[in-house]
């Protein structure tokens, strides 16, 4: 491959680009036309009519025409060699760099709130990316470590979610009480669908636990009388400070301290609520796997057969890694629900466990740090650029194909061992 | 009974528009081994590019409906062929040695893109269509309850079946239908005997997508609405029927759409129609739990 | 070869079928303790499936197949499935294609060999999660049996290394180590010589002869070297086709004109004609 490019940057192949180019941007044309360059709208009559845009079509095609000229014209014609191209030098710089990322970012974390305090929107958006954050990280146990592609982990979402929900407004139940409950449903519900279907081979329980996840949201959407169907839950109890409420009023929170009453008081707790909750699902994380279960995990993502010929029963050890990470789901479903204080079927769809999924793998499989960063980056980055919303999934989209084409361990991906024999290499 | 005999009609009707959208999964699913997530939402793009042919072909002045019809069947195989080639070319041949998940995981990726694609380019919202195709039979009737047999349901069944015999003589006689076989029988073997690998892989998804574009043309004319979100769960129910006729089968495929297309038309009439997808989803855990390799379909051995 | 002639796997009429081929005919044959016994046979000759049915990868169509440990007890490996046959049975084995934990480490794959004693000590996780002692020191003592193995194979200075990065001969030497960090009462090796040099596979010779005179572990294994079969076997079984043509000492096999035949692929009626020359 290297001999090839050198030999290519030698002699410019000009020819070949211009002939790929053309290929490739009369593909485009063909996919583009109808789909780009006419589109339908309602019109005032509510008949479809059509409009062009044929500006839009055109620059497609020569922005095809330009990317496969260049393409063919700098790499030649094999695959673009990214994925080899990084040195292990500029590895270990990265690798030794993330080792300084990690507390740095902790300690932005925790600062965010005294640096933002007056911006409200921040603080929000914070919360936000730190739920995905959990997210990522409880998923990463089953897709990451374990190897598991679990495609409905929303389903645990929404059971945390519903748990809090119901079990708040029926029993009237605090927040800390209806947290570990959640977590227990949510892993008891991963049991459940666990212990069928484990022992499919990967492509199929991905289907499984995607349609698992779709049967999840389906009955929280029918099942009127227990779930309130598309109308949902509204008015569930938002948190309190450990009991104090918080309100302007007697017994509250600022009341006890002596605080003047802020609404900003709430939001900063529930920042710290939920940074504490995926703090504690990056630190049990850390833990398993230095732990035998946790190395199991790892050697059943290598070679399945290879670890059931040492003896290790690969059921039972998947279930624990689907049980944990819909536990860790089930947490972030039920601090969604006090935060939001309403939640309706909507939030739980295929499109979410599709984005946790994307910013797993966008993260690099296994590693703490890169989903931290790309829950980051993909929610906190697409805030900051609202008028390219519209775009968010569509960049994941691509991504995650790109992602798998040149990096398919992910981004970061050099994997830390979970134990040495001799002295600490550094 | 005649309640029962309008049911049998639809759920047939829905069964051999789930079926062409299963050959799909079942083609490419024999010959490389991985779920093409994306080929629902590749049927969707197929009922998208069916409706934009049709309003730009009735905006130039084709006003007689057989003859744009059958402009927008050859305009959207045509161009969903092509967009089921690029994405095999992009997302999946460069992973085609690459970890057991990776094809999967990119497959979801270009579900996510195409999705989203359509809907940035035509929108969120339905897109509804007047009917085209109208006129029905009266087969039998009691109580003041009539069985109606519509042509556009003749029509569908008719083109299913058509399209199904000249795709089963496609892989039984010619030579590509040979070299699908080889394939999927053993990759490595079929290269070495000089079977181009990449030209039938290639073809196989071509012809996968020309396949869910007519069921999505279908789609679009019998339900007469669309939007970017069909894809995903007829895709599913599609791959559903696939695994329960048996990956990797041909006549699997078929029988399990009929199956599954009659199983959802049974449910929604006699249970509740609230649960229909439910029970979809249902089978398809059932299935891939108690008989994974469905009615049609061989076993597999576990090679260590 | 032996000291006490003592069986420890016997294999009673064992059959496999697929479909309609048969693999495994009707084969029965005797592992005595502290042996080495060798399977061989021309490709094709279902020595791997005879592997696969013994380590519980596949259930046998027919056959017994009963392990006894030294301390008495006795398994019937067809009835375990697989993991319990590793876990319970105390079957270790290896892969002719190799299946290292290649991303991880070679201490790791030790490591994760001795999975179940360690999940014991680990309180199921509980104990692990929150550091207790009786976990550590139930770590240290895997370290330490690692350790042992890995300066057995000569892997010492590669111990924290990706097991992929491995040589060929030094990821057959690792997974020989890893199969016994479970504590086997018997190895099988499928082809473990595969792919070795010369060096290598004289090397490999005397690890299994210490295995075998300083663990008291029983070998079985597949091999195609037949260097390697004749300097280490107590006892070898002939395969071809999926039937057992012989059976006994090297000595014995290395003169049986049905080995020859099978091997050099003579007809049937041939052999017949060579038995006869040979006076059978």
Not at chain 1, 402 to 423: A, D, K
Not at chain 2, 170 to 191: F, H, I, W, Y
Not at chain 2, 239 to 248: E, K, M, R, S
Not at chain 3, 182 to 211: H, M, Q, W, Y
Request: aromatic letters at 10%; one cysteine or more; glycine letters at 10%.
């Amino acid at each position: 491959m290297s001999n090839e490019a050198a030999r290519s940057s030698r002699t410019l192949p000009l020819l070949p680009a211009l002939k790929d180019a053309t290929l490739s941007a009369l593909v485009a044309c063909g996919l583009f036309f109808f789909m780009i360059g006419l589109r339908t709208e309602q019109g005032s009559t509510g008949a479809l009519e059509i409009t062009t845009r044929f500006e839009t079509f055109a620059m497609l095609v020569a922005l095809v025409f330009a990317g496969s000229f260049l393409r063919t014209l700098v790499f030649g014609r094999g695959p673009i060699p990214l994925g080899r191209a990084i040195p292990p030098s500029l590895a270990r710089q990265v690798a030794s760099a993330s080792r300084f990322a990690a507390p740095a970012l902790l300690i932005f974390a925790l600062l965010v709130p005294v640096l933002f305090y007056q911006n409200r929107y921040l603080l929000d958006l914070g919360i936000l990316v730190l739920t995905y954050v959990m997210l990522g990280w409880g998923l990463n146990i089953v897709v990451g470590l374990a190897g598991l592609l679990d495609l409905g982990y929303v389903a645990f979402y929404a059971v945390g979610a519903y748990s809090y929900a119901l079990l708040a407004t029926h029993f009237h139940l605090s927040f800390w009480i209806c947290l570990p409950l959640a977590g227990i449903l949510a892993a008891f519900w991963g049991v459940l669908l666990g212990f069928p279907v484990l022992r499919l081979r990967g492509d199929y329980l991905a289907i499984v636990t995607l349609a698992f996840g779709e049967i999840i949201r389906l009955v929280l959407l029918n099942w009127q009388s227990f779930t309130g169907g598309p109308n949902g839950i509204s008015s569930i109890p938002r948190p309190s400070f450990f009991g104090l409420p918080f309100a302007d009023a007697e017994g509250s929170f600022s009341w006890t301290f002596g605080l003047e009453y802020s609404p900003t008081h709430r939001v900063v707790f529930l920042f710290y609520l939920i940074l504490a909750l995926a703090l504690l699902t990056n630190w049990v994380t850390i833990r398993l796997r230095r732990l035998p279960i946790g190395r199991a995990w790892e050697a059943m993502r290598e070679d399945e057969i290879a670890c059931r010929s040492l003896g290790i029963n690969t059921t039972t050890t998947k279930l624990t890694a689907f049980a944990i990470g819909a536990m860790f789901g089930g947490f972030a479903g039920s601090f969604f629900a006090t935060r939001q204080g309403f939640i309706s079927p909507e939030s739980f769809t295929f499109g979410e466990s599709a984005l946790v999924l994307a910013i797993v793998v966008l993260g690099g499989m296994g590693s703490q740090l890169g989903v931290a960063v790309a829950a980051l980056v993909m929610l906190g980055g697409f805030e900051l650029f609202r008028e390219f919303q519209l775009y968010r999934m569509l960049v994941f989209g691509f991504a995650m194909v790109l992602i798998m084409i040149w990096r398919p361990r992910g981004l970061v991906s050099t994997r830390e061992p979970s134990l040495y024999l001799g002295e600490r290499k550094t | 009974m005649e309640y029962f005999v309008q049911q049998l009609i639809i759920g047939i009707t829905l069964g051999s528009i789930y079926g062409l959208i299963a050959i799909g999964y079942t083609m490419v699913y024999g010959i490389i081994g991985m779920i093409n997530f994306a080929h629902g939402d590749v049927f969707m793009v197929g009922g998208f590019i069916a409706l934009i042919a049709f309003l730009a072909l009735l905006a130039i002045g084709v006003t007689s409906i057989p003859i744009a019809l059958f402009l927008v069947l050859l305009i959207a195989m045509a161009l969903t062929a092509l967009y089921g080639w690029t994405v095999e070319r992009f997302a999946y041949r460069p992973l085609r040695h690459s970890y057991r998940l990776a094809p999967l995981i990119s497959a979801i990726g270009m579900s996510i893109i195409l999705q989203n694609y359509v809907q940035i380019a035509q929108g969120a919202r339905v897109k509804p269509l007047p009917p085209i195709v109208t006129g029905s039979h009266t087969l039998m009737s009691s109580d003041g309850f009539d069985v109606e047999l519509s042509n556009i349901q003749i029509i569908v069944v008719l083109t299913t079946v058509a399209l199904m015999v000249s795709f089963s003589w496609l892989v039984a006689k010619t030579r590509l239908g040979r070299d699908m076989r080889a394939c999927e029988q053993d990759l490595k073997m079929a290269s070495l005997l000089g079977v181009n690998i990449d030209r039938t892989i290639s073809l196989t998804f071509v012809i996968g997508a020309a396949l869910a574009s007519v069921a999505g043309i279908m789609y679009l004319l019998y339900y007469g609405v669309i939007d970017f979100y069909i894809g995903f769960v007829a895709g599913v129910k599609a791959f559903t029927a696939a695994v329960l006729g048996g990956i990797g089968s041909l006549p699997g495929a078929m029988l399990g759409g009929l199956l599954i297309g009659l199983i959802e038309t049974f449910w929604s009439a006699y249970f509740s129609i609230e649960y229909k997808d439910v029970a979809a989803f249902s089978i398809l855990i059932v299935v891939l739990i108690f008989l994974p390799t469905g009615i049609l379909g061989r076993p597999e051995v576990e090679k260590v | 070869m032996s000291a006490a002639a003592e069986p420890i796997l016997t294999v009673d009429r064992l059959s496999m079928r697929f479909g309609g081929l048969i693999a495994v005919d009707d084969v029965s044959f005797v592992a005595q303790r502290s042996d080495i016994t060798a399977l061989i046979g021309p490709n094709g000759a279902g020595k791997t499936t005879v592997f696969n049915c013994i380590t519980g990868f596949y259930k046998p169509s027919a056959g017994l197949i009963r392990l006894q440990h030294p301390d008495g007890r006795a398994y019937l490996l067809e009835r375990l499935l697989n993991f319990r046959v590793a876990k319970v049975a105390r079957v270790a084995r290896t892969f002719q294609n190799m299946r290292l934990f290649a991303g991880m480490t070679v201490l790791e794959n030790l490591v994760v060999a001795q999975h179940n004693a360690l999940m014991r000590a680990s309180a199921f996780s509980f104990a692990g999660l929150f550091g207790l002692k009786s976990y550590r020191t139930a770590e240290s003592a895997a370290l330490d049996k690692a350790h042992y193995w890995l300066d057995r194979t000569g892997l010492l200075p590669r111990a924290d290394d990706p097991a992929g990065s491995l040589a060929y001969g030094e990821q057959r030497r690792l997974e020989i180590a890893r199969a016994m960090c479970t504590d086997p009462v018997l190895l099988c090796l499928d082809e473990p010589a595969a792919g070795l040099n010369a060096r290598e596979s004289a090397e490999l010779n005397a690890l299994l002869k210490f295995i075998r005179r300083e663990h008291g572990i029983s070998i079985l294994l597949i091999e195609h070297d037949m260097s390697v079969v004749m300097e280490i076997s107590d006892h070898i079984v002939v395969l071809d086709y999926g039937v057992k043509i012989a059976d006994g000492t090297p000595e014995a096999i290395r003169n049986d004109p049905k080995v020859i035949a099978a091997y050099l692929g003579i007809e049937d009626d041939e052999v017949e004609k060579v038995e006869a020359e040979v006076g059978l």
